[in-house]
T-cell receptor, first 115, second 115 residues
Framework: NAGVTQTPKFQVLKTGQSMTLQCAQD?????MYWYRQDPGMGLRLIYY???????DKGEVPNGYNVSRLNKREFSLRLESAAPSQTSVYFC??????????????FGSGTRLTVV | AQSVTQLGSHVSVSEGALVLLRCNYS??????LFWYVQYPNQGLQLLLK??????LVKGINGFEAEFKKSETSFHLTKPSAHMSDAAEYFC?????????????FGTGTRLLVSP
């Protein structure tokens, strides 16, 4: 019962390099999210996917792209990494629904450093 | 604008002392409220939630929180702190707007427990 799995756990990139963060969930959830966590700023939503086939911008989407590959997988891509994207990235999933009281299930995070 | 405020980025208590972590939100409609805990180098884990019904909710590890509509607060408490409670705690709120509802997180409070 893995829940939400993120890969890789750690990554160091040089400025300008690109990479894709992978996320997969096995709970048959419809909705998936990407957050970044920075000291003193809590979690900020980058992109989300309300359901398979849809994606939408969150609070801080600049410099990122996403792909909802299928119901299980939701990837986050950095096309040209910048030092400001040094952060811990979390993927999460949930059930949506009108006035849903479901919380989110989080992955264990990807710690990304851009030098 | 809807927002979540956690007072105090750090809270220090002695083992056995009362834990009180504060959370206030701004919304014209009672939202759904959540507390998450994050242990070092891990993802976020749901501690407890309030949706409807009883305003005092109990969660895991002896934590509880009370929804006070008049104060727009959802403070987290535990009668007696344990060393294992040292972690970062996030208050989160799901606001009800048109469209897809998402969790909004506070900036987090790090709980330090001393022997």
């Amino acid at each position: 019962n893995a829940g939400v799995t993120q890969t890789p756990k750690f990554q160091v990139l040089k400025t300008g390099q690109s990479m894709t963060l992978q996320c997969a969930q096995d709970m048959n959830h419809n909705s998936m999210y990407w957050y970044r966590q920075d000291p003193g700023m809590g979690l900020r939503l980058i992109y989300y996917s309300a359901s398979e086939g849809t994606t939408d911008k969150g609070e801080v989407p600049n410099g990122y792209n996403v792909s909802r590959l299928n119901k299980r997988e939701f990837s986050l891509r950095l096309e040209s990494a910048a030092p400001s994207q040094t952060s811990v990235y979390f993927c999460a999933s949930s059930e949506p629904g009108v006035r849903s009281d479901y919380g989110y299930t989080f992955g264990s995070g990807t710690r990304l450093t851009v030098v | 604008a809807q927002s979540v405020t956690q007072l105090g980025s750090h809270v220090s208590v002695s083992e056995g002392a009362l834990v009180l972590l504060r959370c206030n939100y701004s919304s014209s409609v009672p939202p759904y409220l959540f507390w998450y805990v994050q242990y070092p180098n891990q993802g976020l884990q749901l501690l407890l939630k309030y949706t409807t019904g009883a305003t005092l909710v109990k969660g895991i590890n002896g934590f509880e929180a009370e929804f006070k509509k008049s104060e727009t607060s959802f403070h987290l408490t535990k009668p007696s702190a344990h060393m294992s409670d040292a972690a970062e705690y996030f208050c989160a709120v799901k606001f009800w707007n048109t469209g897809f509802q998402k969790l909004v997180f506070g900036t987090g409070t790090r709980l330090l427990v001393s022997p």
